[in-house]
């Protein structure tokens, strides 16, 4: 089993940038690809961006792309992600998430099996 522990959230004005970290415990999380999902309060959970297991491909929502950088460090069992150019509807619970299987298959959340508990991301306009 894997233990996600999320950490960087926080409260930013509107184009700052905030740098969110998940690191993994127990059972290597470097065997997997991994993701960040989130929830603004009243909406479902939304995937945000995947990494292989490897670091050799990253996946983004629309929303993100361009703002946001995916990134890990196997040798810290540690993921990261990138916010830049942050606005209001990035406002929200973030989720580090490992896929559950070896191979990336999508980014459904059923794709993920573990979650950390998450990190607030607030941006005041």
């Known amino acids: 089993q894997v233990q996600l522990v999320e950490s960087g959230g926080g409260l930013v004005q509107a184009g700052g940038s905030l740098r969110l970290s998940c690191a993994a415990s127990?059972?290597?999380?470097?065997?997997?690809?991994m993701g960040w999902f989130r929830q603004a309060p009243g909406k479902q959970r939304e995937f945000v961006a995947a990494i292989t297991r490897t670091g050799s491909s990253t996946y983004y929502a629309a929303s993100v792309k361009g703002r946001f950088t995916i990134s890990r460090d196997n040798a810290k069992n540690t993921v990261y992600l990138e916010m830049n150019s942050l606005n209001s509807e990035d406002t929200a619970v973030y989720y580090c998430a490992k896929h559950r299987t070896l191979t990336y298959r999508g980014r459904d959340p059923d794709n993920f099996d573990s979650w950390g508990q998450g990190t607030q991301v607030t941006v005041s306009s």
């Open positions: 127990g059972r290597t999380g470097s065997d997997y690809a």
